[in-house]
């Protein structure tokens, strides 16, 4: 069906097909009250394509404007198409049943819970007063209780929830903002919390710990001003250091905690109401996050949570207590262990060890999902982990591609899928480092695969042989009876997802600052300037590379990439006694002396290497926490005159890293240094690389652009040399991003396939 010109009185009846994120939206009875207004007879319902209409009468021309300009506050509409078709003399307006097929439409987000279904939750009048789960077609579960499309309750998890009559009269009912609400129930009818919330908030104003079961899976909380609780916490979660998120009542409540800016105001208040990174004041518990000058903050967003602080304040009447700030800041951790995916199950047994108290409900998560982690970086947010809130919202391709599977890399991992001009990214997965955290891939996957409704033309995967990921790709390849595999080099997929969501699809450079991936010359890339034309790619530079001793053991013990950086200089006397305190520092001294170490280009091990030498972190519990230190250190970057070379394509930091190993220097001013420095240089090797290639356009990709320091500083100086940074902004700069870059790169891949030669 193609769109039709402007339709008049004349036409009488027109189809209209609206595809996007239009279902589970308040779609059908927006639709329903327009046709209505318009005094319009015919049908809306949905299908497999997303919302289909038949509309007839004189005002067709002023319905098909407002279908345009008043579509719900949730509904994500891609296009309408219209089409004449024989009129019926239909008078009346109706909602007809939904129709299956070949999925071609998608699923909404999850979304906070909105101010009408709040003023419901406070409303002593209300049958939903106090009601854990109410929601309406604006707000509540999306993603994560869908089995399956069109979105019908009998295709959730609320399938075995009969409605009571006051709530079906309240789902039948055109004028309610309920109507065709699938996730509708009360207290009555709908899913029933395990323990009461005063027993909550009682547990947790005592100290202990509480497993909560939310929307994509459980919380643990506990008192994030109680030093002793935080820390117990960590004792019996296992997690030494890595920071924890808090939630805070209300918008009222942040000024006590951090400093926040309006950017991050609105981030964090947003409907996907994801964790957000903000300055902290230093009044929480230390252990919160150790070491840090940032902590993520995020607001209630579902009437539990509420609920639980309508609880601490005492209870009172109205909804005048959110405007004022609330003593009681909880910490609101995944609950998982062991670098397992979050726990969405049988709590009662694997969170026993850890939480005081397990709170549960009897609607089931049918898709396990983390908290969405963003900050503000250059005056945008940027993803650290994009997941519930956002998953599944696609992302538009700079074109279309034939569909591809994307199955991303070890760390941080996602997938992609694609159809026709969109990109399906799927929320965080995690490391697959555990058993059950494959598995959890091999279920998105699934799930995912479900849910669009495409078979891919081509499978994905990273060039490293090892991963979990692409062993798993070509499992599934060979289950498809000779699926074509497609290998994507880690920086060339990192760039190509920056270019993907800008919707660039001519050649571009690409500046790629990250931990590790695997070079297509198979050594250890992670500090790479490219030059990326589509499916094909250029290396036109590296930082220079450093010894990596015990190889991925100095992704952990920055001290081992500082001795490397001491080598590098000639100074290998001084290794054993500047780490005196680490066992093996004199026989890494001689390992290094004698060259038995492989080499790496990591810009993340730079980040290790200035830790290490300036004190700030010599072994990590954590991923990126000696980084993440330095970084919480810097108050204005500082440029270090002489601090780097150019050569050859090759960037030399040494003088940096002598300058950062003397005794001279408090970590502070070497963290200033580092960073501003670092930023000076590689904005001039990126210069250099335009003026050589002609090309002005460059994205920034990598894990270590989640620096917002770094990425402030070098953005600035690009653009004031009159070139355009790109960061990342719909997926993560880190391997969270991976997959939609592969699936960009291979889908051009099988069209550069078909062009004739």
Known sequence: MQPAAPLTAAAERARVRVRGAVQGVGFRPFVYHLAHRYQLGGFVANDADGVLIEVEGAALPEFLVALRREAPPLARVDTIETETVRARGDRDFGIAESRGGAVTTRIGADAATCEACLDDLFDPASRFHLYPFVNCTHCGPRYTLTRALPYDRANTSMAGFTMCEDCRRD??????????????????????????????????????IVALKSLGGYHLLCDATSEAAVAELRRRK?????????????????????????????????????????????????????????????????????LI??????????????????????????????????????????????????????????VRADDSVARVIDGAPSFIRRARGVTPRPITLPRETPPVLAVGAYLKNTITLTRGGEAFVSQHVGDLATAETVRFFEEAVDHLTRLVGVKPAAIAHDLHADFASTRFAE?????????????????HAHVASIAAEHGIDTPLLGLVLDGHGLGSDGGNWGGELLRVDGARFTRLGHLKPLALPGGDAAAREPWRMAAAALHALGRDDEIASRF?????????????ANHGCATTTSAGRLFD????????????????????????????????????EIGAGTLDLSSLLAHLATSRIDARDGAELFHGTLAAALAAWAVHAAEQSGLTTIALGGGCFLNRVLSEDLAARLRARGLTPLLARQVPPNDGGLSLGQAWIAGQHLTASKEPH
């Open 171 to 208: 789902y039948q009912d055109p004028h309610n903002r309920r109507f065709h609400a699938e996730p509708i129930a009360c207290p009555r009818c709908g899913p029933q919390l395990s323990h009461p919330i005063e027993e909550i908030v009682a547990c947790l104003r005592d100290g202990r």
């Open 309 to 366: 602080f309508h609880a601490a304040m005492g209870a009172p009447a109205g909804r005048a207590w959110q405007r004022a700030p609330l003593d009681l800041v909880l910490v609101a951790t995944s609950a998982n262990l062991g670098g397992d995916p979050i726990v969405t199950e049988d709590a009662q047994r694997r969170l026993a060890s850890v939480a005081d108290l397990i709170v549960s409900h009897d609607r089931d998560i049918v």
């Open 609 to 644: 290497a200035a830790a290490g030498l300036l004190g700030v972190c010599v072994v990590q519990s954590y991923e990126g926490q000696a980084a993440m230190q330095l970084e919480a250190l810097v108050q204005i970057p500082r440029v270090l005159g002489g601090g780097w």
């Open 238 to 306: 296992g997690r030494d250091a890595k920071p924890f998120a808090v939630m805070v009542a209300s918008e009222a409540s942040l000024d006590r905690i951090v400093i926040a800016t309006e950017a991050e105001r609105a981030l964090v208040s947003s409907v996907e109401r994801p964790i957000v990174l903000m300055r902290d004041r230093g009044v929480l518990a230390p252990s919160v996050a150790p070491a840090l000058d940032a902590v993520g903050v995020m607001l209630p967003y579902t009437p539990l949570h509420h």
């Open 475 to 491: 499992s599934l390849a060979a289950d498809y009876l000779g699926l074509p595999l497609i290998a994507v080099q880690h920086h």
């Open 580 to 592: 005196a305190d680490q066992p093996r520092a004199a026989a890494l001294a001689a390992m290094l």
